[in-house]
């Protein structure tokens, strides 16, 4: 395990690291211990401006680089990361405070499985080709890499969420201006050395770390940086998208969600009820997709309730690093603050903490950000606690009566990123499924990705679609030729 205490995050520009021009360096914290561990380059307009002329620099090559080359680059990165499984496993728990076994079975695989399915899918992306019958006509579409991407991530899913964006960028041709969380930026900085030994060429990929308000912002800013692929909070979501439309960037917009996890009588109840503690607490709830309000039909809803305590009850909140723990701690103590301040605010709208609510001391690591799974039955969707975005591990459980009902309640929020329905009626799936306001639905299940699939939010949940073609398609300009022949 790296246990170093005062590792240095540099940038990783045109190929190398470097400090940043200014020599601001930010403090990087322990969530486990609440220790700081090393210190974080805060790049500012300049380091971005060099960055940028790289990449730029970088684009004439690699964006007619043949397609089986740019693959067999990306395939190589894959191999590299999952060559380096558990050394990113440990600094990626260390860095967020998620246990060693989840970014071990989920982060860092995943990390891997996004280079390899975007080194694939461009081998497989086509364009389109439209006959213009009787007009003697060919038309033909184009898609031409836009030249320079910026992509920011953000902390909870570090190394998964920001190659999730690098991949489809590269492989279809353009270079890229990356900037990891500065809450989270450890994984993102080993990811420079192995895109250096997977022969990707120098100033493709610029990896820059700093606040979002100096270095995030100078990305927004660069006007040669065309396109900008953000997943975040939704605040500055609504930022970003000010401060992008009138340069006229293009933009995708991946961001908070307050989903709903649907269940009926008719369920599979143990399979339901094993997911159901996953999809409330697996991150320690930090997870956009975690399904934080729980509606139960109500003949089912007291046998719900107890058992999802007792269950909930016996999950271990402990050190990242130790087998036992199915949660570890919060990513920093401001977020910690805030979702507690949320448990505290429950009396006052009718909630009843069922379970959980307090701050959990471990032995050694008493100034760790850990805190218990928590439960809170609510008496309407309109309170606060089933309206804004929590991002902790904290969920409500209210009953419900009819489909209509719980539909209302499952819209009635200004997020809209995915649902859980627990049913085995095909019809209600369908009607379910065709109303529900959300960019995906899961059916008797949890956060199962098949990266083909279009994955993103409506309302304030996000704006455009990632995965597949969908992220090739924004990584790309179509351009429409039209050949008219005799
Ligand atoms: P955040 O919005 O605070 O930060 C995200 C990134 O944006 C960070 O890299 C940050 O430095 C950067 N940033 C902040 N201000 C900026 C600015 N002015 N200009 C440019 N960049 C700026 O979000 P967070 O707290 O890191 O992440 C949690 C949020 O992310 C939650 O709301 C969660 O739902 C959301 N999220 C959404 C998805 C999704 O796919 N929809 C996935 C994961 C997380």
Redesign the pocket.
């Known amino acids: 395990m790296n246990t170093q205490d005062n590792i240095i995050i540099q940038n990783y520009s045109n190929g190398s690291y470097k400090n940043p021009q200014s020599n601001a360096w930010i403090d990087n914290y322990e969530p486990a211990s609440g220790k700081v561990y090393g210190k974080i380059a805060n790049s500012n307009a300049q380091d971005i401006q060099e960055a940028t002329a790289f990449a730029k620099a970088a684009f004439t090559t690699w964006s007619t680089t043949t397609i089986d080359e740019r693959s067999r680059i990306l395939l190589k990165i894959a191999d590299g990361i999952e060559n380096r499984l558990q050394e990113l496993a440990e600094a990626e728990s260390r860095d967020n405070g998620k246990p060693v076994s989840l970014a071990k079975n989920v982060d860092i695989p995943r990390a891997a499985s996004n280079f390899r399915f975007f080194g694939h899918a461009i081998t497989q992306f086509a364009s389109e080709s439209h006959e213009s019958v009787g007009l003697q006509a060919i038309n033909f579409t184009l898609r031409k890499p836009i030249g320079v991407v910026g992509c ?6 570090p190394l998964y ?1 920001f190659t999730w964006k690098i991949a489809p960028a590269i492989a279809a041709g353009n270079c890229v201006i990356a ?5 989270t930026p450890m994984t993102a900085f080993l990811l420079g050395e192995i895109c250096t030994e997977a022969g990707l060429p120098p100033g493709v990929l610029n990896i820059m770390h ?4 100096t ?3 100078a ?2 800013e660069h006007p040669e940086i065309k396109a900008i692929s ?8 609504e ?2 998208a000010r ?1 992008c439309a009138p340069k006229f960037k293009k933009l995708s917009l ?4 307050k989903n709903p996890n649907i269940i009926f009588t008719d369920c599979d109840y143990d399979l339901m009820l094993n997911t159901t503690i996953r999809s409330s607490f697996a991150n320690q709830g ?4 975690c399904g934080s309000r729980i509606f139960v039909e109500r003949p089912l809803y007291e046998k719900f309730k107890k058992d999802f305590i007792t269950r909930v009850k016996g999950l271990t909140v402990a050190h990242p690093a130790s087998a036992k723990a199915k949660l570890g701690a919060l990513v920093s103590k401001s ?1 910690l603050e805030k979702v507690q301040s949320y448990i505290a605010q429950a009396p006052e709208e009718g909630g009843i903490i069922l379970c959980g609510g307090n701050q959990v001391i471990v032995e050694g690591y008493e100034n760790g950000y850990y805190l218990e799974p928590t439960v809170i039955e609510v008496q309407s969707n309109s309170c606060k606690l089933n309206q804004e ?1 929590i ?1 902790g591990p904290v969920v409500t459980i209210m009953p419900f009566d009819t489909e209509e009902d719980v539909l209302s309640y499952a819209n009635d929020v200004t997020y809209g ?1 995915s649902a859980t329905l627990w049913t085995k009626d095909i019809d209600r799936t369908m009607r379910m499924s065709n109303t529900l306001q959300a960019g995906i639905v899961w059916v008797n299940t949890w956060m199962m990705r098949d990266l083909r699939t279009p ?3 409506v309302k304030a ?2 704006v455009g679609r ?1 995965g597949g073609f969908e992220a090739l398609r924004f990584c790309t300009e179509p351009k429409n030729v039209c050949i008219k022949y005799t």
């Open positions: 920011i991530s953000p902390w909870n899913l969420l900037k990891p969380s500065e809450v700093g606040l979002g308000t270095t995030g912002q990305i927004l953000f997943t975040g909070g939704t605040k500055t979501g930022h970003i401060t991946e961001l908070g969600g930090q997870i956009c997709l977020h975005e991002f990123l994955f993103g939010g949940s996000g990632e």
